[in-house]
Nanobody, 114 residues
Framework: VQLQASGGGSVQAGGSMTLSCTVTGIMFSHYTMNWFRQAPGKQRELVSSISPGGSTNYTDAVKERFTISRDNYRDTVSLQMNTLKPEDAAVYYC?????????WGRGTQVTVSS
């Protein structure tokens, strides 16, 4: 199982950014996909998840600003981030659980300048 994330970078507060994560090695459409983030000195936190059926969950801090989506034809999960705040700055990771083990993509850095 491999997860390849892309799309990080730097943006000014109030701006937008989209992260993507392409997955190989599993039947992507059968799996819940997650986005986590970890800011310096903080624990990794779950930002959003999307079920195989498309049900979504968001942590309160990003509700109404972030949108998770999946493309089961391209085996890709995306995170559209709008109205970014300095506190959204972190390394973002995509993940999924397969056979009892959590698989992680390499993190992608999101920097938000005020």
């Amino acid at each position: 199982v491999q997860l390849q994330a892309s799309g990080g970078g730097s943006v000014q507060a109030g701006g937008s950014m989209t992260l993507s994560c392409t997955v190989t090695g599993i039947m992507f459409s059968h799996y819940t996909m997650n986005w986590f983030r970890q800011a310096p000195g903080k624990q990794r936190e779950l930002v959003s998840s999307i079920s195989p059926g498309g049900s979504t969950n968001y942590t309160d801090a990003v509700k109404e600003r972030f949108t998770i989506s999946r493309d089961n034809y391209r085996d890709t999960v995306s995170l559209q981030m709008n109205t970014l705040k300095p506190e959204d700055a972190a390394v973002y990771y995509c993940s999924t659980r397969h056979r009892g083990r959590e698989y992680w993509g390499r993190g992608t850095q999101v920097t938000v300048s005020s």
